[in-house]
């Protein structure tokens, strides 16, 4: 499973886009990226997944480059309550046996 | 639907004593997972179930640790002795089918604490 690499902690404004980066150098070519989010005391959250180019939902989007050793997840003007851990994963579909999770990104957001 | 629902949502107990920590899956899904989350550890898959039966046992940290699926409701995750290192957040999820076995709905969870 390719490893992910992501910044520890982020911080932001209310109102702001937030980019949260993820590189996965070694991914496969049956390998998908997937984005969770927790929040204190309660279990992480699927958001978003994607293969390549740009995946957008009610949320946020994600950009994958033609390379797809990186990945971007956008949260477009963020409010208080995005403070929250955000995962970057890569699973291979079919085959994914679990999810492996990171340390992830804590994003605080501030008034 | 409900989502994932698990009991107890906290447990305190001391060492040497037996937890069993319950799941119920949503209806209809296929996969069923069990996960520990520690400050040091972060969070780690334990088990899985496809259709009830068990796939991957390999994260279960020893012998003290079982998992049951006797049907496609309900899991328990059973530790006997216990003891403080397995104080920890203990998550169930369930996800639909092989191929969006990525898309996982997370319980919330059990906080389990061993004196």
């Known amino acids: 499973l390719a490893k992910t690499t992501q910044p520890i902690s982020m911080d932001s404004y209310e109102g702001q886009e937030v980019n949260i980066t993820c590189s996965h150098n070694?991914?496969?070519?049956?390998?998908?990226i997937t984005w969770y989010q927790q929040f204190p005391s309660q279990g992480p959250r699927f958001i978003i997944q994607g293969y390549k180019t740009k995946v957008t939902n009610e949320v946020a989007s994600l950009f994958i480059p033609a390379d797809r050793k990186s990945s971007t997840l956008s949260l477009p003007r963020v409010s208080l309550s995005d403070t929250a851990v955000y995962y970057c994963l890569v699973v291979s579909l079919g085959g994914a046996d679990g999810l492996t999770f990171g340390k992830g990104t804590h994003l605080i957001i501030q008034p | 639907d409900a989502g994932v629902i698990q009991s107890p949502r906290h447990e305190v107990t001391e060492m040497g004593q037996e937890v069993t920590l319950r799941c119920k899956p949503i209806?209809?899904?296929?996969?069923l997972f069990w996960y520990r989350q520690t400050m040091m550890r972060g969070l780690e898959l334990l088990i899985y179930?496809?259709?009830?039966?068990?796939?991957?046992d390999s994260g279960m940290p020893e012998d003290r640790f079982s998992a049951k699926m006797p049907n496609a409701s309900f899991s328990t995750l059973k530790i006997q002795p216990s003891e403080p290192r397995d104080s920890a957040v203990y998550f169930c999820a369930s996800s639909p089918d092989r191929q969006r076995e990525y898309e996982q709905y997370f319980g919330p969870g059990t906080r389990l604490t061993v004196t």
């Open positions: 179930f496809n259709n009830n039966v068990p796939i991957d």
């Open positions: 070694n991914i496969a070519t049956n390998d998908y």
């Open positions: 209806s209809g899904h296929d996969y």
